[in-house]
């Protein structure tokens, strides 16, 4: 596949980075794949040889440094370090998750002498990551956001739900305490109190997020993605619908199409221009047609697993537009392109569930023009052949990764 759209700086190499494990990061695999077909030297941070992402061929070596998020900060950066030192010229770093996001930007001066990192204020990731602080920073800068409290205990936990009457959605409150000790696995709609005791100790503290739930019969469910300059100037402002998740409602989008909204790109543009957000972002907002208000759920301070859906006429996404504000070259402002995205095999257990739910055929499952697809690319078919062999074929994968080791 021929690269296009404005020229890249190709003597600035990336180092894509994570915190923790989870060899199903697709989001990488697209940032690889943006970037290396703009002639990007690519670099990646992985759990080991055999994900998805470090197979890829626009990845020019994979380090392996498997972490759980668990590690004290110093060996995190440590191991940034040694990927910069092994590089050997400034390099881009492009978080794929929030613990990394929140890493780069805490420990910006230790890791200047190899790394270009956006001026982003070092404690601004971390609040935006943190539902709670999130929440906060919503009510100071008048963006709208479903109510919300973060309970102390499992008592204060149970009175507050009762207050507002279920369901109620569950998050973990936190990055890094999502890993360390997580209360639920994701974003969970919480049907009923025995659901509610069941996914929370009965004593200690709590790290999680009480949210009011909008039904989904009231609800669209929209995303922003968006790269920002210095003092949180918009450089691009992508926005889309989620049309659907794993698990359903509350999960990662598995299929998603592009809609040019100016209203809501306005309220993400200024919102992060007020906070001083500089880097990637991933939005996802609740319109609440109740109300007529878009509800911002949650803040993700780097590029979304799904980024590839939004790219400009220009050629531009949010990974490039990142990699040339950083070189100093000019950001193209030309509208994004209509186009849609898909998860393929969680997209299927999406769509049959809810089929079975809503008692109807399931809809969207046959190819589509414009597509972009989270594990297959004609030019890169290796990242898509791992996904299936290691998380569809599970014995096979493990003969394999025997082999590797012997």
Known sequence: MQAHGPELDREVPV??????RYPDAYGATGAARSLGRAGVPVYALVEDRLTPTAVSRYVRRAFVRPSTGREPAEVLVAALLTAGRAIGRPTIPV???????VLLAEHQEELAPHFLLPPVPAGLPRRLADKGALGELCRRYGVATPRACTPADRAELLATARRWGYPVVLKNLAPFTRLASPAVSHT????DEAALTA?????????????????????EDWITHLCCGPGGKPLVVFTGVKDR?????TGVTTRGHTRRNPELAAI???????IGYCGTADLD??????????NLVDFNPRNGAQFRLFETVDGVDVVRALHLSLTGRTVPAGPQLPRRFRMGRLDTLSAAASAWTDRRRPWGLWPEPNTEHAWFAADD?????MAVLRFGLPAPYRLLRSALRS
Do not use: H, I, M, N
């Open 268 to 274: 993400a543009g200024d919102f992060c221009r007020a």
């Open 381 to 385: 078919p290796a990242p898509a052949a």
């Open 15 to 20: 180092l894509l980075v994570k915190v923790g």
């Open 245 to 249: 998740s794993w698990p359903p409602e």
């Open 188 to 191: 969970t709609v919480v049907p």
């Open 95 to 101: 978080p794929t998750d929030d613990e990394a996001a």
């Open 285 to 294: 907002w609740r319109y609440d047609r109740r109300t007529g208000r878009y």
């Open 199 to 219: 996914a929370c100790p009965p004593d200690g503290p709590l790290s999680v997020l009480l949210q009011e739930y909008v039904p989904q019969t009231a609800a």
